[in-house]
């Protein structure tokens, strides 16, 4: 679970992205081509178990 800190604003567009490094095992979260966030000595995300949320936080899902 890597996460950004940044608070974001309704009615704005953002760019984020995420970026897995396989063979530094690293992952890592842009905002607008800042880094947020990043996890280090991680596998990579296969689909197997769990979900991959984008827009979601301790509250729930992005609305909007």
């Known amino acids: 679970d890597t996460a950004g800190s940044s608070s974001l604003n309704v009615s704005m567009w953002y760019h984020?992205?995420?970026?897995?490094?396989?063979?530094?095992?690293t992952q890592r979260?842009?905002?607008n081509g800042l880094e947020e966030g990043s996890r280090?000595?991680?596998d990579p995300y296969e689909g197997a178990a769990g979900s991959l949320d984008?827009?979601?936080n301790?509250?729930?899902c992005f609305n909007g």
């Open 16 to 25: 984020a992205a995420f970026v897995y490094n396989s063979v530094a095992r």
């Open 29 to 31: 979260v842009y905002l």
């Open 40 to 42: 280090t000595n991680v």
């Open 54 to 56: 984008i827009g979601h």
């Open 58 to 60: 301790t509250l729930g």
